[in-house]
């Protein structure tokens, strides 16, 4: 994946709402890479910008996807509810209620 690639992907994720989410294939279609969440999660992976809101990025079953390194996983979950948003006793998130929308 090209540098420019990883720019578009960070610039949707900018976008992403305090409060909502997004799935990875939903960042993937909208940064012209219809198909292709695999790199949206490969670009998060190389982040370095902590300015841009990661932890909004969430798989298609409404669940923080597991990564390695630990920690990771745990701080994705704090950040989504210090800004409102609620899991159910699975883990998951109602992505009816919270999915973003542009």
Known sequence: MT???YRNIYAVV????????ATYGQIASLAGLP????QVGYAL?????????????INAKGEISPRSG???DELQRLRLEAEGVL???RGRIA???YRWRP
């Open 35 to 38: 198909g292709h969440a695999r």
């Open 45 to 57: 992976s190389a982040l370095n910008d902590a300015a841009i809101p990661w932890h909004r990025v």
């Open 3 to 5: 540098l420019s690639t």
């Open 14 to 21: 900018s976008r992403i709402p305090l409060g909502q989410v």
């Open 87 to 89: 899991f159910d006793a």
């Open 95 to 97: 992505l009816q209620r």
């Open 70 to 72: 630990g920690g990771h």
